[in-house]
């Protein structure tokens, strides 16, 4: 989907003003930036704070619209709940870094992959493999991706994505925020996981945005 569709539909969808964002595509983005090459697409995504001001209330809102009328396991909600879901130091600094470059736009515009780059290693490797420019797209991010691109939800193999920018915190396990959300999609189905550092899975990469600036 074109950016300029994208961020028609974010706009219909959250009631969002477009013109910073715009104003920044006419002025920074066509006549100074480029598409790194080994990334799949520029992507619009709302910044979460024009949502909600709490961030876990902000994952629940964008996850109801997702799962409304598609087919998907019982939800983990219980870690959209304040204190269960974090952001990343990384992805809170290099988001911090983007939105000072787009001063003023509820809408983010940045690069990504969603997953080509790092296919089949655990989060633990994933946080010791990102680049110079690189960080961790949030659950919040590939919801919104996902709402805008529904096709992605539409795989009859299995196909995941692992959201590197957050982080979870399971209380039974009795260590903090050492778990990562991960969606999978198979038969046009849908599931949320909060997986270990250690877990890998073959058919699964890690959504990553870059900062270019």
Not at 27 to 33: F, G, W
Not at 63 to 76: E, K, Y
Request: overall charge neutral; aromatic content about 12%.
């Amino acid at each position: 989907m074109p950016l300029e569709q994208q961020i028609d539909f974010l706009v219909k969808l959250f009631k969002l003003d477009p013109a910073p964002t715009l104003e920044w595509m006419e002025e920074v983005l066509r006549p100074r930036l480029k598409l790194p090459e080994t990334l799949e697409n520029w992507i619009a995504v709302p910044r979460y704070q024009f949502i909600s001001p709490i961030y876990a209330e902000a994952v629940a809102k964008v996850f109801s619209l997702l799962v409304h009328g598609r087919r998907f396991a019982p939800c983990r909600d219980k870690f959209f709940a304040p204190g269960r879901l974090r952001r990343s130091h990384r992805t809170i600094s290099m988001r911090r870094r983007l939105s000072d470059s787009q001063r003023g736009c509820s809408i983010s515009v940045m690069p990504i992959q969603l997953g080509r780059l790092h296919p089949g290693v655990s989060p633990e490797i994933m946080a010791k493999s990102f680049s110079e420019a690189e960080f961790g797209l949030t659950l919040f991010d590939v919801i919104c991706i996902l709402l805008a691109h529904p096709q992605l939800c539409d795989h009859e193999t299995n196909f995941g994505i692992y959201c590197p920018g957050d982080e979870g915190r399971d209380a039974r396990q009795g260590v903090d925020f050492n778990l990562t959300p991960q969606f999978l999609f198979a038969q046009g189905r849908g599931d949320l996981e909060f997986e270990l550092p250690t877990s890998r899975f073959p058919y699964c990469g890690f959504a990553t945005a870059f900062l270019v600036v």
